[in-house]
């Protein structure tokens, strides 16, 4: 898989039936080993390890209704009050991120109001903060630590 801009991690994968799996240790699993899903992974153990933000408290690929269609979230990360604090929208390292993928993630938000925005193909982050009142975002160099559990 392609080195991708972010910390290194060590992951379990394994070859069945000529496909690679990785494991997924928020979802206790083996799962395909695809070019987002190695993204994914690596965003998830960079929120968890590196920016402190507890496994229990993260979701991966949450279903969420938007009108009457169902769509996931690749990573939503909760706040100790069981909201959504963080979204994350993953590409693969060759897509390009665009204004659509601005628009996807900002239409999910609309469902799940939650404070922060990030947005990667692994190469290109991009972290925003959300006024969820008056509907707009600033952009941010990166995410916050967690800071739930200090004093």
């Not at 695809?34 to 968890?48: C, S």
């Amino acid at each position: 898989m392609q080195r991708l801009n972010l910390p290194t991690y060590h992951f379990k994968i394994k070859s069945k039936e000529n496909k690679q799996f990785i494991f997924d240790s928020v979802r206790k699993k083996y799962v395909i080993l695809t070019p987002e899903e190695w993204v994914r992974q690596h965003v998830m153990q960079f929120l968890i390890q590196y920016k402190k933000y507890p496994a229990s408290l993260t979701a991966v690929e949450k279903e969420l209704k938007l009108h009457t269609r169902k769509k996931r979230t690749d990573i939503v990360i909760y706040n100790t009050h069981a909201t959504p604090e963080i979204i994350v929208e993953c590409k693969r390292p060759n897509v390009k991120i665009t204004q659509d993928t601005f628009d996807q993630i900002a239409r999910y938000n609309m469902a799940l109001n939650a404070k922060y925005l990030m947005i990667t193909n692994g190469i290109n982050h991009y972290f925003c903060i959300m006024d969820n009142e008056k509907e707009t975002y600033t952009f941010l160099r990166d995410l916050p630590e967690c800071d739930y559990f200090k004093s």
